[in-house]
T-cell receptor
Framework: KAGVTQTPRYLIKTRGQQVTLSCSPI?????VSWYQQTPGQGLQFLFE???????NKGNFPGRFSGRQFSNSRSEMNVSTLELGDSALYLC??????????????FGQGTRLTVV | AQSVTQLDSHVSVSEGTPVLLRCNYS??????LFWYVQHPNKGLQLLLK??????LVKGINGFEAEFKKSETSFHLTKPSAHMSDAAEYFC??????????????FGTGTRLQVTL
């Protein structure tokens, strides 16, 4: 069974540009969550999608957005990139919304560098 | 609100000696607690999880953790460290109360160094 796939693995963008990251969950998983990992702030929750609906959102500005498709694949978009957006972006999938009885499986992440 | 506090940012042990990584949690609801490991340039891998069943939880690679409600702790242990255990470890809490959407809240991480 294939794991969570995130593309691309590495990305370099210029300040002010926008970027789209992709996450393909494990087959059969309907929940996809996104996290930002930085040395200063650690791992922070961005948002969660379940069956194409955003069910929860972290404390990030509106420049961060996402969506989920009918096949459960998810994309996140960051507009007007800032230097501080440089981070490892991790995607996690689970069969249901993250709960006691489900495990979240993480992808290897997309390393975004903003210059 | 939920939170976890990892009491040590860095732990160094010798190969073959016990490992103890400390975690305290705070949660408004009955929490689910997890330990994840992250090796360099890799994603996160679940080591073990507590979901209100047995308080002593056994995970992969010889790791285990004990849920102590009275101490609000969920420390990770391993009897004998191996060089391959060197990585970053995250204590994580998830709330599942009252039908609200849940999310994982991560601790700041503990870097485990294993020396010969």
């Amino acid at each position: 069974k294939a794991g969570v796939t995130q593309t691309p693995r590495y990305l370099i963008k210029t300040r002010g540009q926008q970027v789209t990251l992709s996450c393909s969950p494990i087959s059969g998983h309907r929940s996809v969550s996104w996290y930002q990992q930085t040395p200063g702030q650690g791992l922070q929750f961005l948002f969660e999608y379940f069956s194409e609906t955003q069910r929860n959102k972290g404390n990030f500005p509106g420049r961060f957005s996402g969506r989920q498709f009918s096949n459960s694949r998810s994309e996140m978009n960051v507009s007007t990139l800032e230097l501080g957006d440089s981070a490892l972006y991790l995607c996690a999938s689970s069969q249901q919304r993250t709960s006691k009885n489900t495990e979240a499986f993480f992808g290897q992440g997309t390393r975004l560098t903003v210059v | 609100a939920q939170s976890v506090t990892q009491l040590d940012s860095h732990v160094s042990v010798s190969e073959g000696t016990p490992v103890l990584l400390r975690c305290n949690y705070s949660s408004s609801y009955s929490p689910s607690l997890f330990w994840y490991v992250q090796h360099p340039n890799k994603g996160l891998q679940l080591l073990l999880k507590y979901t209100s069943a047995a308080t002593l939880v056994k995970g992969i690679n010889g790791f285990e953790a004990e849920f102590k409600k009275s101490e609000t702790s969920f420390h990770l242990t391993k009897p004998s460290a191996h060089m391959s255990d060197a990585a970053e470890y995250f204590c994580v809490v998830s709330d599942d109360g009252a039908g609200t959407a849940s999310k994982l809240t991560f601790g700041t991480g503990t870097r485990l160094q294993v020396t010969l």
